[in-house]
């Protein structure tokens, strides 16, 4: 079935650092990605998406590629900020409304 | 504040009892769905309803079910508590039933946290 696996965290970078979370696929057909973002205490935003093969979300100075030849979404930024501390998700969408999420990946950024 | 409200904001019980969980979509989007995020498996997505009919079935247990109301709020009914069934349960909502081409976005509340003792 389609799944999504991403980088195990937790992530801790210095202000300023490059950002680099990995996210990997499974599915049987051509899925919809996204990245959400969860800040302490709140629900789920979304971050970024992209619908299609080469298709580049991009969003707050975040950015993921549509790999359809390495099955992959990364998540990137060029520059993590203290207020980018958060938990990251990685999903796809079969295009049927069924949502797979990825295990979340947790992000601190120090001073 | 993503315009999706949810209540109650926690919620404490025991066993094997039985509690309703509601949420109300932000204004203009047909369609709610619902989440469970636990420690050991993640966000899990349960179900969608699309202007009052189920439209999308994930991993929601027979213990569970859900509705939608004429004036779109929805409820998430879980019975015969256990302990495992302890999570955080989010409800997005979106205007319309396609959320999953990406065409428009799913917008998340804040979550219900359940506590079974």
């Known amino acids: 079935g389609d799944s999504v696996t991403q980088m195990e965290g937790p992530v801790t970078l210095s202000e300023e650092a490059f950002l680099t979370i990995n996210c990997t696929y499974t599915?049987?057909?051509?899925?919809?990605l996204f990245w959400y973002v969860q800040y302490p205490g709140e629900g789920l935003q979304l971050l970024l998406k992209?619908?299609?093969?080469?298709d580049k979300g991009s969003n707050k100075g975040f950015e993921a590629t549509y790999r359809k030849e390495t099955t992959s979404f990364h998540l990137e930024k060029g520059s993590v900020q203290v207020s980018d501390s958060a938990v990251y998700f990685c999903?796809?969408?079969?295009?049927?409304?069924?949502?797979?999420f990825g295990t979340g990946t947790s992000l601190t950024v120090i001073p | 504040d993503s315009g999706v409200t949810q209540t109650p904001k926690h919620l404490i019980t025991a066993t094997g009892q039985r509690v309703t969980l509601r949420c109300s979509p932000r204004?203009?989007?047909?369609?709610v769905y619902w989440y469970q995020q636990s420690l050991d498996q993640g966000l899990q997505f349960l179900i969608q309803?699309?202007?009052?009919?189920?439209?999308a079935k994930g991993n929601i247990l027979e213990r569970f079910s859900a509705q939608q109301f004429p004036d779109l709020h929805s409820e998430l009914n879980l019975s015969s508590l256990e302990l495992g069934d302890s999570a955080l349960y989010f409800c997005?909502?979106?205007?319309?039933?396609?959320?999953?081409?990406?065409?428009?976005?799913?917008?998340f509340g804040p979550g219900t946290r359940l506590t079974v003792l």
């Open positions: 997005a909502s979106s205007p319309t039933a396609f959320s999953g081409s990406g065409t428009d976005t799913q917008y």
């Open positions: 599915a049987t057909g051509y899925p919809s």
């Open positions: 992209a619908t299609k093969a080469d």
């Open positions: 999903a796809l969408s079969d295009r049927g409304n069924q949502f797979y």
């Open positions: 204004s203009g989007d047909l369609s």
């Open positions: 309803y699309y202007n009052g009919e189920e439209r």
